[in-house]
């Protein structure tokens, strides 16, 4: 390309590059990122939309109860799982799986439990927080497939665009400590630039590994080759999973445990739960996996809470005999290959599920300023092109058309997402296809959104789907205590952290959003000139009302 008849630099090119690639999928950049900031709290979102859930309370007794609860409902089960409460699940979560059921999910038979009564609880029917997690890499209203393919390109984009801005900005590092308020254009780069660089290495790890996680779609050929088209071979052995390795004691021969179907007492479950703690007394016993209960071959593996490596999720695990009580050896496991190490590591930093409370809040912070670099590029491409119609004295179709997908993409995800947590408390418990109408009602306000940003001018639709999203976000808490969910004080005191997650994070949002619509309701960078939009009213030829920043210097006005 050529400049006034000079060849374009490196740096003219990679801006170029920089600016349409953000521009073109930015809208859908930003909805990728504001759901997958949210997901980093998909506990705390699932327990929140179950209100039914936040009565139960854990008590040093809890294992015994779920394990009591889980002998009277499946009894004759081949094994069962017992999640047990922590700082991220408020209730137990029991699944179980009886002889002969289907593989996979569908013979797997779950249900939620009473942490201090052992009573089973019925909590509403919801998607919860799996919805906007899924959204976040699947989209919603396609195919699955095409939706991961929409998102995958899109995340090439962003990868481009971050590489592309670090080669364009060559003081980016220089203009991270600058910022000029009150400068128009100039403000809106500084803040693109500061949200850039101060989370730089969060933004390409995300990005990176998101593409890694998506690599068998996107690149198949070199999986294909390798393993002969056996899809399946490939993701277990990426998983690290062996022959047989399906939980302690859940391979062995089936015959086996039909030659041993005579009653037997499973061993109490406290002094193994005591012994557990000794060993992990900074997390303690995070699950209790439990193989041919009621047979003479039973065993019960207890499994740490949580992990302290990134590589994997899961920690450290203790093997006893289910009727004796003595501990026995683990079996052995493979040792990762490289490979795995690095795809293991690259997964659990972009998931973030070893993350402590604190270090998850640090990752929803670098989510939150990913999300607004993201915002402030677009926001950035329309103050950009300002002087441009200022020449002409009117907005072009093109610059109007990015101006209502802007306030549409931004503000009404915002709007939607809290509708979307207010249709879960105030539908019908009882509604048919309950899960179904809480993501329509998603949907519905987002697209009532998109109408409103091209019915209202620029700068009041900002305005009011921010002060929306920052009142909607705010109250959740009140409405979570008016629809029978614990109140905040009270899960704090609890130490019922998710619900009280949830609760907080609302706030800060709410709090964000309220403090971006107070900032422009002060700044003077998208205001309309009163005399401006009178005069281009009413005269189709000059499109809709001009807005000039202030900051700015001005040309004289057109009349009509």
Request: aromatic content about 10%; some cysteine; glycine content about 10%.
């Amino acid at each position: 390309m050529r400049v006034d008849g000079k060849p374009e630099g490196v740096r003219q090119s990679m801006s170029w590059l920089h600016t349409w690639s953000g521009l073109l999928l930015g809208w859908l950049l930003y909805a990728v990122f504001f759901t997958g900031t949210l997901s980093y709290f998909l506990n705390e979102v699932n327990d929140w939309m179950r209100p039914e859930l936040h009565q139960s309370v854990p008590n040093p007794r809890t294992a015994e109860l779920a394990v009591a609860a889980m002998q009277k409902l499946a009894p004759d089960a081949s094994n069962w799982t017992i999640n047990l409460p922590g700082e991220r699940q408020t209730a137990v979560e029991a699944s179980w799986r009886n002889p002969g059921a289907a593989s996979g999910r569908a013979g797997t038979q779950r249900v939620q439990i009473d942490a201090g009564t052992g009573e089973v609880i019925k909590p509403r029917e919801t998607r919860g927080g799996s919805f906007l997690y899924r959204f976040h890499f699947e989209l919603y209203a396609m195919p699955r497939i095409w939706g991961r393919w929409i998102v995958g390109i899109a995340t090439l984009f962003m990868f481009v665009a971050i590489i592309s801005g670090v080669i364009t900005h060559k003081k980016i590092f220089t203009d991270f400590f600058t910022f000029r308020p009150r400068k128009g254009q100039r403000s809106w780069l500084d803040a693109h630039n500061a949200t850039a660089v101060l989370a730089l290495p969060f933004h390409i790890i995300i990005t990176f590994s998101g593409l890694l996680l998506l690599m068998f779609m996107l690149m198949p050929w070199g999986v294909n080759a390798v393993y002969e088209g056996d899809t399946q071979k490939y993701f277990s052995e990426s998983r690290g999973a062996r022959g047989g390795d399906r939980g302690a004691g859940e391979g062995n021969d089936r015959g086996n445990r039909q030659q041993a179907r005579q009653a037997a007492e499973l061993t109490p479950i406290g002094p193994l739960m005591k012994i557990a703690q000794a060993q992990w007394p900074g997390r303690g016993v995070g699950s209790i996996a439990v193989n041919q209960p009621g047979s003479p071959r039973a065993t019960i593996e207890l499994r740490e809470q949580g992990g302290r490596s990134v590589a994997r999720s899961s920690g450290e695990r203790m093997l006893f005999d289910g009727i004796t009580g003595e501990s026995k050896a683990m079996p052995e496991a493979h040792a990762p290959s490289t490979a795995q190490a690095v795809s293991g590591t690259m997964t659990g930093l972009h998931l973030g599920r070893f993350a402590d409370p604190a270090m998850r809040w640090l990752l929803f912070l670098s989510g939150v300023i990913g999300t607004v670099m993201a915002g402030s590029g677009m926001v950035l491409w329309v103050v950009k092109r300002l002087p441009e119609r200022r020449k002409l004295g009117r907005i072009p179709r093109g610059h109007r058309l990015v101006e209502i997908l802007n306030v549409g993409a931004i503000g009404g995800l915002s709007v939607a997402t809290a509708a979307y947590f207010w249709s879960n408390r105030l539908l019908p418990v009882e509604m048919a296809q309950r899960p179904d109408m809480e993501i329509r009602s998603f949907f519905i306000v987002w697209g009532l959104c998109l109408l409103h940003a091209a019915l209202r001018s620029h700068r009041r639709a900002w305005l009011e789907q921010l002060w929306l999203a920052a009142i909607a976000f705010a109250a959740l808490p009140v409405l979570n205590m008016a629809t029978g969910g614990v109140a905040l004080p009270a899960a704090i005191f609890r130490g019922q952290w998710s619900v009280a997650g949830f609760d907080l994070l609302v706030l800060a949002l709410g709090i964000l959003h309220g403090f971006a619509a107070w900032k422009l309701g002060k700044s003077a960078a998208m205001l309309t000139p009163p005399r401006a939009a009178k005069n281009n009213a009413g005269n189709p030829a000059n499109g809709a009302a001009v807005h000039f920043p202030r900051a700015m210097p001005q040309a004289p006005e057109k009349q009509a």
